[in-house]
Structures are given as structure tokens and as C-alpha cells.
């Protein structure tokens, strides 16, 4: 059974960071491009960025190009996201799953909260 697990939100201020991490498992991981999404209220899961293996091959949002840095660890089965300079419009909740653009989704996880306070 799939499952992926999200964690290292919390509440932070303008200009700080934090480090997402999502551990993953009932799948072949290394085979998967993996990516990061976030979800406002009322909007939709947009991708935020990817990493298509363990050569640190990374796609960004121009939201985030240059801020958040995202990578991966095989040998845990888990992404990461470094995520600095934030700024209000980045809180979000934030996901992790299957590159959609690459892969079918998998089964979604709870989620990471992320709140920038300005």
C-alpha cells in the first residue's frame, strides 16, 4: 500500500525557512520523478517543484526558482524541500507525490502546513 507521508511545516516569518521532508513507501521510489505541490484554500494543488532522479535533475516554479531546492535521498526513500526567503503567498499546505507530468498521481498524503507570516 502506498503511502507518503509529509512533515516539517510550521509557522515561520517573512524572510525564513524551513525543510520539508516526505517519506514514501508501497512503491519502487527510484523509479519515480517526484515532486512537490501546495494547495491554498480554495485553490488547486499546483506544482510547486520536481526532481526527475538521483542525478539532482530539478524542475521550478518561477514562483520559487531561486528559494526553494529540492532533492532526494533513494536510500530513504524520501524528497525534501528546502524551502528560504519565504513570503507570505508561499503558505500553502504542502504535498508530496508522483511527478503528475511524468507519472499517475499516487494516493495523496495529509500534508504539510506552511504559514508565512508577513
Known amino acids: 500500500q502506498v503511502h507518503l507521508v509529509e512533515s516539517g511545516g510550521g509557522l515561520v516569518q517573512a524572510g525564513g525557512s524551513l525543510r520539508l521532508s516526505c517519506r514514501a513507501s508501497?512503491?519502487?521510489?527510484?523509479?519515480?520523478?517526484m515532486a512537490w505541490y501546495r494547495q491554498i484554500p480554495g485553490g488547486e494543488r499546483d506544482l510547486v517543484a520536481f526532481?526527475?532522479?538521483?542525478?539532482?535533475?530539478?524542475v521550478y516554479d518561477e514562483s520559487v526558482k531561486g528559494r526553494f531546492t529540492i532533492s532526494r535521498d533513494d536510500t530513504e526513500n524520501a524528497i525534501f524541500l528546502q524551502m528560504n526567503t519565504l513570503k507570505p503567498e508561499d503558505t500553502a499546505v504542502y504535498y508530496c507525490n508522483a511527478n503528475r507530468r511524468i507519472h499517475p498521481l499516487l494516493p495523496w498524503g495529509q500534508g504539510t502546513r506552511v504559514t508565512v507570516a508577513s
Open positions: 526532481i526527475v532522479d538521483s542525478n539532482d535533475n530539478t
Open positions: 508501497g512503491f519502487t521510489f527510484s523509479g519515480y520523478s
